[in-house]
C-alpha cells in the first residue's frame, strides 16, 4: 500500500537509467492486421447501392 502522505517529488526523486532503443527486444512476434474492409472500396458500392 502506497504512503498518501509523502508528496510525489519524494517517491520520483531518484529515476532509473534511460533504456536505449536500439538495447530493446520485442518480446512478441507481431503479425499485420486483417484489413477491416476486405480489399472492398466500401465508399464507391454505398453510393452505388443508395443512388437515386
Known amino acids: 500500500m ?3 502522505s509523502s508528496p ?3 517517491r520520483y526523486a531518484a529515476l ?12 512478441v512476434e ?3 492486421a ?3 474492409l476486405m ?6 458500392e454505398f453510393m452505388l447501392r443508395n443512388a437515386g
Not at 16 to 27: C, G, H, M, W
Not at 39 to 44: A, H, P, S
Open 39 to 44: 480489399g472492398r472500396d466500401t465508399e464507391t
Open 16 to 27: 532509473p537509467e534511460p533504456v536505449r532503443l536500439e538495447d530493446t527486444i520485442a518480446s
Open 34 to 36: 486483417p484489413d477491416p
Open 2 to 4: 502506497t504512503d498518501q
Open 30 to 32: 507481431t503479425e499485420a
Open 8 to 10: 510525489a517529488t519524494s
